[in-house]
């Protein structure tokens, strides 16, 4: 398999794992009542403005704001929305990348101010493993959704 299409196959996997949390939580009892929703909601939008921020680079635009966080209130339908439109833009570019547009380096500035320079490979590789971390610290905020079925494996959704 090819870099372009491991990437294509790892945001694949991003989107399914990302709609099956969603699904749960718009489904579950134990959602709305669950103690430490609004910092797993929190998390939820921390990835979702990382993601956009990572959009606007790969496409050379400006950055579409100037935080990774937020401090107002999620609503969960609002979110899912969100990161069904930042993943479907992922399965579509990795669809078209080639291993050139892998290599490609990008000058942009950081939220922080700060200067950065990554190939998009690296950005698309830090969109994957931030979001499986902060997709990790859901987990352990809302357990049940585990128990409810939703299992953030990629060879869960390669079995699917």
Known sequence: ???????????QYKAWSESE????????????????????LWHLAHINIVDNL????????????DSTTTEEPQRLSDLSLKFTEANNWFVNYTKAATEADLEESL??????????NMKKSEMLSHILSHGLLHRGMVSGLLPFAAAEGWHDHFSTFLKS
């Open 1 to 11: 398999m090819t870099a372009a299409g491991a990437f294509h196959s790892l945001f």
């Open 21 to 40: 949390l969603f699904k749960i939580l718009a489904a579950s009892p134990n959602t709305f009542t669950a103690p430490n929703l609004s910092e797993a």
């Open 54 to 65: 990572f959009i606007g680079r790969l496409l050379g635009d400006a950055m579409p704001c």
């Open 107 to 116: 000058i942009f500035v950081f939220a922080d101010g700060k200067p950065g």
